[in-house]
Antibody
Framework: EEHLVESGGGLVHPGGSLRLSCVAS????????MNWVRQAPGKGLEWVSF????????YHADSVKGRFTISRDNAKNSLFLQMNSLKDEDTAVYYC??????????WGQGTTVTVSS | QSVLTQPPSVSAAPGQRVTISCSGS????????VSWYRQVPGTAPKLLVY???KRPSGIPDRISGSKSGTTATLDITGLQTGDEADYYC???????????FGGGTKLTVL
């Protein structure tokens, strides 16, 4: 069965950094593009970043461009999100999600990031 | 405010039918595939429909999607109390090179 497990969330001060990880199992990770999606408390879903299977194509939402970097290590079946210069408005549950046929068909359980002084 | 517009809430009685719309523009809904997700608060989203009208395995045929021009629609018939959740549409925007989510629709089964 296909699984995604996120980790790395926590409490960080404004201006700080955090690195999220997502480990995949049960499928050929390197074949699939991957996404990060977040959800602020009481709000809707917001797409954050996309990376192709080989890592050659990357997109970021304008709200995180220049501060967040998506990457992957296919040898370790792992997806990452390096988050720098964190702001209060980055507080959210962060999900990794597999990209399939222009949709997101497998989701992790999420990891919570809280940015607060 | 989301680029993709969904009604904030819809409601219907058990056994009835409900439709949720997702309105966009020619660079997103009008050009690319639309997908739909269900999210029970406190849990991860679940894919219901992909490529406008295809269902992943395990999704019952009382759930269906369609698209006409710049508006996509999710249709749920034979409503059950277990359908109560938030529903989101999503699609790629080819002008902005970003994935867009609708603002979400809360479905209440009365």
């Amino acid at each position: 069965e296909e699984h995604l497990v996120e980790s790395g969330g926590g409490l960080v001060h404004p201006g700080g950094s955090l690195r999220l990880s997502c480990v995949a199992s049960g499928f050929d990770f390197y074949i699939y593009s991957m996404n990060w999606v977040r959800q602020a408390p009481g709000k809707g879903l917001e797409w954050v970043s996309f990376i192709s299977g080989g890592g050659g194509t990357i997109y970021h939402a304008d709200s995180v461009k220049g501060r967040f970097t998506i990457s992957r290590d296919n040898a370790k079946n792992s997806l990452f999100l390096q988050m720098n210069s964190l702001k209060d408005e980055d507080t959210a549950v962060y999900y990794c999600a597999r990209d399939q046929s222009e949709s997101m068909d497998v989701w992790g359980q999420g990891t919570t990031v809280t940015v607060s002084s | 405010q989301s680029v993709l517009t969904q009604p904030p809430s819809v409601s219907a009685a058990p056994g009835q039918r409900v439709t949720i719309s997702c309105s966009g523009s020619s660079s997103n809904v009008g050009y690319n595939y639309v997908s739909w997700y269900r999210q029970v608060p406190g849990t991860a989203p679940k894919l219901l429909v992909y490529a406008n009208n295809k269902r992943p395995s395990g999704i019952p045929d009382r759930i269906s999607g369609s698209k006409s021009g710049t508006t996509a629609t999710l249709d749920i018939t034979g409503l059950q109390t277990g359908d109560e959740a938030d529903y989101y549409c999503a699609t790629w925007d080819s002008s902005l090179n970003v994935e867009l989510f609708g603002g979400g629709t809360k479905l209440t089964v009365l």
